[in-house]
């Protein structure tokens, strides 16, 4: 909890999603969520951001809402030895209502031990639209710490990249504090995506970089970059190995 207050005093105006205040239920534009860039300065590829609070699920769907997002993916399970991680921001069935956002539960798909899939269908009663959003959830990263395997990660990952395939709306992840894991997270998709791009040159320490100005903290352990240079180098095996001979 502490890190948390810690990143919500970090989180600057330059550098910050801010919400409309007029369609915010506390008349407030802010969350603790941070627009991270890739290649195109004017888009954010992600959004990294803490797992929400009773006091800021409305926020945290009003910001899915106006950010025209279509993908979560959440890296901690709800506790974690007793602790809270993130707040129970989904119905379990049916619907909630979230100051103006109505979110129902369409489906819970699980597709392994480590990760599951939920989709919901989301509406605005403001104005009566709706929009579909899939949530990923990975369920056995725990704070300051690193997935079982790599290949579990990478799986996770795979599917989620082809549930947003084509699309031009931020990917929203978080943990917790939206800095540690998603930070690891978000590294290890950024590079192997510039791979899968053709970049001529991959600095991975670099992209860490990138990512640490845009949002402080992004990958808090040496443990965590590790297992991300492993997760790129499993990839680049897999891909090696499937060229032709
Ligand atoms: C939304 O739907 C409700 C119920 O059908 C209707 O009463 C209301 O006028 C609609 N609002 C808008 C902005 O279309």
Not at 45 to 70: K, N, R
Request: overall charge negative; hydrophobic content about 40%; some cysteine.
């Amino acid at each position: 909890i502490p890190k948390r207050r810690a990143l919500v005093l970090l989180a600057d105006d330059h550098s910050r999603i801010l919400l409309k205040s007029e369609n915010s239920h506390g008349n407030s534009d802010y969350i603790n969520a941070s627009p991270i860039m890739d290649h195109d300065p004017r888009n954010p590829a992600y959004i990294a951001t803490q797992g929400p609070l009773p006091a800021t699920v409305a926020d945290f769907w009003q910001m899915v809402w106006e950010s025209g997002c279509v993908v979560i993916v959440m890296l901690t399970p709800l506790t974690e030895n007793g602790v809270k991680q993130c707040y129970h921001y989904w119905p379990d069935e049916g619907s909630n209502l979230y100051h103006i956002y109505e979110v129902n539960l369409v489906s819970e798909h699980i597709w392994c031990e480590d990760f599951l899939v939920r989709s919901f269908y989301l509406k605005n009663l403001q104005t009566n639209e709706t929009r579909t959003v899939t949530q990923f959830h990975f369920l056995s990263w725990y704070d300051q710490g690193v997935p079982s395997s790599t290949r579990s990660l990478l799986d996770f990952r795979r599917k989620v990249n082809k549930c947003y395939r084509g699309r031009s709306c931020p990917i929203i992840v978080h943990c917790s504090d939206g800095a540690g894991r998603s930070g690891t997270y978000v590294l290890i998709d950024m590079v192997l995506n510039k791979m899968a791009k053709g970049a001529k040159e991959i600095d991975i320490a670099a992209t860490l970089e990138h990512l640490r100005d845009q949002r402080p903290g992004m990958v808090q352990t040496k443990e965590q970059f590790e297992f991300a240079l492993t997760a790129v180098a499993e990839e680049v095996n897999a891909i090696l190995k499937a060229l032709p001979q």
